[in-house]
């Protein structure tokens, strides 16, 4: 398998949608969907009456009929639900699944993968976040259950994950360490997985290649150092990538607008990762073609692309919320602010600043303070020696219940409820509340003007394509489909 020059990256809850993802790969590039919450998307779009019946098209080719006819007697509504009325939620994550919540996350993200492999013969990578470990394993095998050939994982060390896809490939049980917070000395957690219980009898499927995401060369050369842990390649990703990005090293300073303030220790070095032998590509502020010359010159085999891929027509972005950041974009009227407290993830994370959203302070004060998605919960040990589930986006005073500090709720968001409504799904509430929208992108967004300037407001994924292969003013084989003369 010949190595792509570009990666798409994996944002958001459904940016990098499947649709997306198929785009780019048609073209010869590793296309990317993102793997966060795709059963709560699944379950929602299905509840809206899957108008051109995509959806159930996908379901019919699982492998396994009867558990997909369960998700879809569970969530479809012909004709969709009522406007206005909430959707019927999916499973919230625990340390023990119900059995109903692991069919709905493997079919969830076998449909995801399905769909963007269809009408090309490229390949499809699916991005994961270490944090949110209760999902990984079903979600996982539901997406190699679809052929996924590469698979993705940022926002922690996924050191446990090149052994999980091992396993899973040949249906066998798995067993996953989670992190807990208050967790007792030499006490392993874990979240179970059996693809034989849920599956059945399948045969062998392929492994993909797994690719950390990392802000380090020290991160490379800890992951690479045993068979168990060394992943297929490596995406260094600098500050300004759009999502998560890692805290600065050494004790965090914010600057005027408040935000972290990176130094010489935070700098990529991609000498030292080139020097690992291993694949690596370059993400962060990449969207250049000179920075994709630079970065190959250093070593790197390509580069990895957000921000211009979140804006062009085959984005999951709702079009309406798309064409006003882009506008303002544009316009030099839009900034994208590095939160240091957004995330109950403890890791900042890149808002883009814009009216109407969640970004706005009086419109997050108007929301209803609420956790019921729940993906970025943090496991805790209680004193019962059970454990709870607490965020730091929840009320104050849930949190503080759960021996959370109430100083740690200050400036946080939901980034699930956002983050969903950006794509179009957010949930209806009592007495016509709905959520408001939260946008992410990467800090670095001169690419956007380039790209209206040439392409107009409706770019394609192609289009980003051909920007960043142009060399001299001349197109290089990269934006064109594998095969290509």
């Not at 492998?63 to 009325?85: K, M, N, S, T, W």
């Not at 220790?265 to 969207?287: C, I, T, Y």
């Not at 992410?440 to 292969?469: K, M, N, P, S, W």
Request: with cysteine; aromatic share 6%; glycine share 12%.
């Amino acid at each position: 398998m010949e190595l792509p020059i570009i990666i798409q990256g994996g944002m958001g809850v459904g940016v990098s949608s499947w649709r997306l993802a198929a785009a780019v790969s048609a073209a010869g590039q590793l296309g990317v969907v993102s793997g966060v919450a795709l059963d709560a998307s699944l379950a929602r779009r299905l509840q809206l009456g899957d108008e051109d019946g995509t959806l159930r098209q996908a379901l019919a080719a699982f492998p396994v009929p009867e558990l997909a006819q369960r998700v879809l007697d569970r969530y479809y509504v012909p004709g969709g639900i009522p406007a206005g009325r909430p959707f019927r939620p999916a499973p919230l994550l625990s340390m023990r699944p119900r059995r109903h919540a692991n069919e709905l996350a493997v079919v969830a993200n076998f449909v995801e993968v399905h769909l963007a492999k269809q009408g090309h013969d490229g390949v499809i990578g699916i991005n994961y976040l270490e944090k949110i470990q209760l999902a990984t394993p079903a979600a996982v095998y539901g997406a190699m259950l679809a052929g996924v050939d590469y698979i993705l994982m940022g926002a922690g060390l996924p050191s446990e994950i090149p052994s999980l896809i091992d396993a899973l490939s040949s249906h066998q049980p798995v067993r996953l360490p989670v992190t807990v917070d208050g967790g007792q000395s030499g006490e392993t957690y874990t979240v179970s997985f059996d693809p034989p219980d849920l599956a059945g009898d399948l045969p062998p499927l392929p492994r993909p290649r797994f690719l950390a995401i990392v802000s380090a060369a020290s991160l490379v050369s800890y992951l690479a150092r045993s068979p168990r842990t060394r992943p297929d390649g490596f995406v260094l990703e600098g500050a300004t990538a759009g999502g998560h990005s890692a805290r600065p090293r050494g004790r965090m300073v914010l600057d005027d607008n408040g935000e972290p303030v990176y130094g010489e220790r935070d700098r990529l070095d991609l000498a030292k990762v080139a020097a690992s032998g291993a694949p690596f590509w370059v993400a962060g502020g990449q969207a250049d073609p000179r920075r994709l010359a630079t970065a190959q010159a250093a070593g790197a085999t390509g580069i990895q692309v957000g921000t211009a891929f979140a804006l062009c027509r085959e984005s999951g972005i709702n079009p309406r919320l798309r064409h006003q950041v882009l506008q303002q974009a544009i316009g030099g009227q839009l900034a994208v602010r590095n939160d240091p407290a957004a995330s109950p993830t403890g890791f900042p994370f890149k808002i883009a600043q814009l009216d109407g959203t969640a970004a706005e302070e009086s419109v997050y004060r108007s929301r209803t303070r609420r956790c019921d998605l729940g993906y970025l919960r943090t496991p805790y040990l209680r004193p019962t020696g059970r454990i709870g589930f607490r965020c730091m986006a929840e009320p104050v005073e849930d949190y503080i219940r759960k021996g959370g500090a109430a100083e740690d709720t200050t400036g946080s968001r939901c980034l699930c409820n956002g983050l969903m409504a950006t794509i179009g799904l957010g949930q209806r509430r009592g007495g016509g509340e709905v959520e408001p929208p939260l946008v992410t992108l990467g800090q670095d967004i001169r690419v956007l003007t380039e790209l209206h300037q040439r392409f107009g407001d409706d770019y394609t994924a192609r289009d980003v394509l051909r920007y960043l292969t142009a060399v001299d003013g001349h197109q290089t084989d990269a934006g064109e489909p594998a095969g290509a003369g």
